[in-house]
């Protein structure tokens, strides 16, 4: 079993930066691709961001692209996500998630264990 969690959210003006981490605990070995995923209210949960398992792949939403970047420390056993040019329409809850596979992937189901998430709220 792997324990995520997440740290870093909190209240922030249109256009400023946050950055989120996610401290991955119990059985790491062998965690492949980490992504962050959202969930705003009254909508569904959406992919924001993946990576894979050595850090040299990444995918991004289109939503997060030039303003998003996820990072990870195999090390210590952390995944980051550095938002920059917050928006209103970022504001949501936001989740960390790990899976088995090695490659970076956008689809919820394949990932194995999830955080249980961090506000980010954006204000106007």
């Known amino acids: 079993q792997v324990h995520l969690v997440e740290s870093g959210g909190g209240l922030v003006q249109a256009g400023g930066s946050l950055r989120l981490s996610c401290a991955a605990s119990g059985r790491t070995f062998g965690t492949g691709a980490m992504g962050w995923f959202r969930q705003a209210p009254g909508k569904e949960r959406e992919f924001v961001a993946s990576i894979s398992r050595s850090g040299s792949t990444t995918l991004y939403a289109d939503s997060a692209k030039g303003r998003f970047t996820i990072s990870r420390d195999n090390a210590k056993n952390t995944l980051y996500l550095q938002m920059n040019g917050l928006k209103p329409e970022d504001t949501a809850v936001y989740y960390c998630?790990?899976?088995?596979?090695?490659?970076?992937?956008?689809?919820?189901?394949?990932?194995?264990?999830w955080g249980q998430g961090t506000q980010v709220t954006v204000s106007s």
């Open positions: 998630a790990a899976g088995l596979i090695a490659s970076a992937e956008r689809l919820q189901r394949m990932y194995n264990y």
